[in-house]
């Protein structure tokens, strides 16, 4: 009877028998199943290619604190910044994931709008991530998010981002959500050149998606370089 009820709580309370886009904090951002999955798996590509506590990461997204959870209590004072314009999902994540006293302690900064347009002046970004959002842009928003991504990042700064590879581009246009787009990497190329971008993808697993660098002039490649970006090559030169 206890581990029934103790069952029963814990999928209520985590939105486990929920779907993707179900209003719950943890199902809205996608599978609820796989939310500590996401979780490790941006944490740890970011320590991977370089991320210190003193670096300032723009979480694009960021959702009810998915990564934030993770990466709020490792950064100093005032180096998170997150974007989301459903104010409720990060409300709820603050509550139920890393609580107010956090919050207070190491000062991150959200926007809840659904671009930069809070930021005149270069936030002067290290490393950015857009995990599970440009699988839901048209090209018009891709192009806008580039655009906005390299005026705050430093000219050593990268934006890491997933997408849904296909051999045709999605004619859609705007934000489509819960539906997805796709499209053709040497599109996606294309427009980050035109944003001061290297583009590149990568090796590192993700469930349904793939990863891609888009890399300013002066970033150190060291750690993308290789066909596989592994903890043990950043242990090599930090």
Same mark, same amino acid.
């Given at each position: 009877?206890?581990?029934?009820?103790?069952?029963?709580?814990?999928?209520?309370?985590?939105?486990?028998?929920?779907?993707?886009?179900?209003?719950?904090?943890?199902?809205?951002?996608?599978?609820?199943?796989?939310?500590?999955?996401?979780?490790?798996?941006?944490?740890?590509?970011?320590?991977?290619?370089?991320?210190?506590? %003193?670096?300032?990461?723009? !979480?694009?997204?960021?959702?009810?604190?998915?990564? +934030?959870? $993770? *990466?709020?209590?490792? /950064?100093?004072?005032?180096?998170?910044?997150?974007?989301?314009?459903?104010?409720?999902?990060?409300?709820?994540?603050?509550?139920?994931?890393?609580?107010?006293?956090?919050?207070?302690?190491?000062?991150?900064?959200?926007?809840?709008?659904?671009?930069?347009?809070?930021?005149?002046?270069?936030?002067?970004?290290?490393?950015?991530?857009?995990?599970?959002?440009?699988?839901?842009?048209?090209?018009?928003?891709? %192009?806008?998010?580039?655009? !906005?991504?390299?005026?705050?990042?430093?000219?050593? +700064?990268? $934006? *890491?981002?997933?997408? /849904?590879?296909?051999?045709?581009?999605?004619?859609?246009?705007?934000?489509?959500?819960?539906?997805?787009?796709?499209?053709?990497?040497?599109?996606?190329?294309?427009?980050?050149?035109?944003?001061?971008?290297?583009?590149?993808?990568?090796?590192?697993?993700?469930?349904?998606?793939?990863?891609?660098?888009?890399?300013?002039?002066?970033?150190?490649?060291?750690?993308?370089?290789?066909?596989?970006?592994?903890?043990?090559?950043?242990?090599?030169?930090?």
């Amino acid at each position: 009877m206890f581990s029934k009820i103790f069952k029963n709580n814990r999928e209520e309370n985590l939105g486990l028998n929920l779907k993707p886009g179900d209003n719950h904090y943890r199902a809205y951002v996608g599978p609820p199943k796989d939310y500590d999955l996401i979780s490790a798996m941006v944490f740890n590509l970011l320590t991977c290619i370089g991320l210190r506590q %003193d670096h300032r990461v723009l !979480d694009i997204g960021c959702g009810s604190l998915r990564n +934030g959870r $993770l *990466l709020i209590p490792y /950064l100093n004072k005032n180096n998170y910044i997150g974007i989301e314009p459903n104010k409720w999902l990060v409300e709820d994540g603050i509550k139920n994931e890393i609580g107010r006293d956090l919050v207070k302690l190491k000062k991150p900064t959200f926007s809840y709008c659904d671009s930069m347009k809070e930021f005149n002046l270069p936030l002067n970004i290290d490393y950015a991530f857009a995990q599970s959002i440009f699988s839901h842009t048209g090209l018009d928003l891709l %192009d806008k998010w580039l655009s !906005d991504a390299s005026y705050h990042l430093k000219d050593d +700064g990268i $934006l *890491l981002a997933t997408f /849904l590879i296909d051999e045709k581009d999605s004619s859609d246009q705007g934000w489509i959500y819960p539906g997805c787009v796709k499209f053709i990497p040497e599109t996606v190329s294309k427009l980050a050149l035109k944003h001061g971008f290297n583009f590149k993808l990568l090796d590192w697993f993700h469930p349904r998606q793939s990863w891609a660098a888009f890399y300013k002039k002066d970033y150190d490649t060291k750690f993308i370089s290789n066909d596989i970006i592994t903890w043990n090559e950043f242990g090599k030169h930090s």
